[in-house]
Nanobody, 125 residues
């Protein structure tokens, strides 16, 4: 079993920054690909970004490119989502997810075996 716990959410204003963290426990972090998704009120959960187990390949959804950065620290089993220049449309519950195979389709929810509980990000104008 793997437990994922997100932290770092909050309420900010347009243009501010936030850093979300997701810490994994329960088994080795090695070999996992990790992703961030988000779900805005009344909308489906959507892909935000993905990082391979080595951290060598990172991909982002188009609307967050240049503003969001995903990184991982294998020593602490933590993946981070650094969000800058936040916009009201970034308001959502943010979830991290783990793909134990490391090679699933990054944008597909069914790829991921474990999910965190989510952390709320609210951006006001």
């Amino acid at each position: 079993q793997v437990q994922l716990v997100e932290s770092g959410g909050g309420s900010v204003q347009t243009g501010d920054s936030l850093r979300l963290s997701c810490t994994a426990s329960g088994r080795s972090f090695s070999g996992y690909a990790m992703a961030w998704f988000r779900q805005a009120p009344g909308k489906h959960r959507e892909f935000v970004g993905h990082i391979t187990w080595s951290g060598g390949n990172v991909n982002y959804e188009d609307s967050v490119k240049g503003r969001f950065t995903i990184s991982r620290d294998s020593g602490t089993n933590t993946v981070h989502l650094q969000m800058t220049n936040l916009k009201p449309e970034d308001t959502a519950v943010y979830y991290c997810a783990a793909d134990l195979t490391g090679w699933g389709l990054m944008g597909q929810e069914l790829t991921y075996h474990y999910w965190g509980q989510g952390t709320q990000v609210t951006v006001s104008s």
